[in-house]
């Protein structure tokens, strides 16, 4: 088996020679899962020099289409020789493949995957290909949940809980649990995102799982309780895509980039991503006086911080799709009001992710409403964690919802 391949953005062009059969498949899966692992949607796979291909090498090519298709894309097939075209239709697998046979028709396919809409512009920046699409300003509304104060000394109790009704949660992060009365969720606080109104929960146990509610439209209405907390609601006023120009960029770049795009000191942002190592953190105990006693010692500082934080050493989650929310200023001196209480004083956003499978997922701007739902209700979370800038992000997609400031 031979290859070689060209690429260009979401595109990329293999070309395959020999034989594809049970000797070589497992060289055609690495072949076309490094291809989708580096964003690549549309897989042109140049058939002129293959001569054969087995049931192990339909496998193969159907495995992958499959994936593909639910993230939007599709291997097309060029230039398949009449045998192997045979090999396909006497399998009946001619009706799930695009045959091609032309350069024009491969250029076609390009310049469609390729396009995002007139509106969309280019952003330069150092690390990051950053391409927007801006729609009319719309101005969010930000809301705190509670207090953080007492998490320090780990101090809450069954006063400081905060029912929300979900209805009223469009995008959120804090430190909720799930449950109908204080007994029944009191040991289940964990670090917490809430994405277009459904909920991720990681309790802080310590074989935790994350607990999620799916909230469906029409449905009923469910109390999210939460010690502490923001919201933010709003239209997406910019979305955008982003890619590394090399490797992998920083949360700490994607939060700049953010800021080439919107015109607010203050936003909300949503983003999808394929993590190249996240560097997170989160609760190993539930913070609460009647569980653990008055903590005398803050639990970030000293000998505390082991005991009560789960925090990245190494880079983790690398392939993983990641959903992250929350919120962030340009410039931390001049925020006031409710974004005052929950931006960190030495820092400039506050920002919790929920770690998924290891999936493809469709990077075309006008596809983020429809690829954020597809990715939080289609596929299994793993962890929630609260990001650190250090997090190394892939290529991805972000909302931006402009709150002001």
Known sequence: MDDSYSSQETVERLLLRGRI??????????????????????????MTDVNYVSSAGLRIFISFQKELKKAGGEICLFNAAAPVYSIFEISGFTNIFRFISSEDEVSGLTEDALKNGQETRDIPTDRISLRALSKARHQGRLWVMGSEEKLLRADYGETDVQAVRASDLQFATGLAALGSTYEDYKGYFGETAVIDGNIFVYPALKRSAVDFIIHTEGGRDTAYHFLYGFSFHGKFSHVASFEPKDGFFTLDD????????????IVGITAIFESKG?????????????????????????????????????????YNLVVMTGIAVKERSSVTGEAKKIIPEQGRYHIHGVVFDKKPFNKLIDNFPYELRRVITKMEPQRVLHLLGKTRIGPGLMGIVELGG
């Open 278 to 318: 996240i560097f997170g953190m989160r609760l190993k105990k539930t913070p609460l006086r009647e569980t653990h006693g008055k903590e005398e010692k803050d639990i970030f500082s000293g000998d505390s911080f082991p005991e009560w934080i789960d925090y990245s050493i190494e880079p983790e989650d690398i």
């Open 21 to 46: 059969d049970s000797i070589t498949a497992r060289e055609i899966e690495t072949l076309f899962r490094d291809s989708i692992m580096a964003g690549k949607r549309l897989i042109v796979a140049d």
């Open 254 to 265: 994607l939060i700049d980039s953010s800021f080439l795009v919107a015109s607010s000191n």
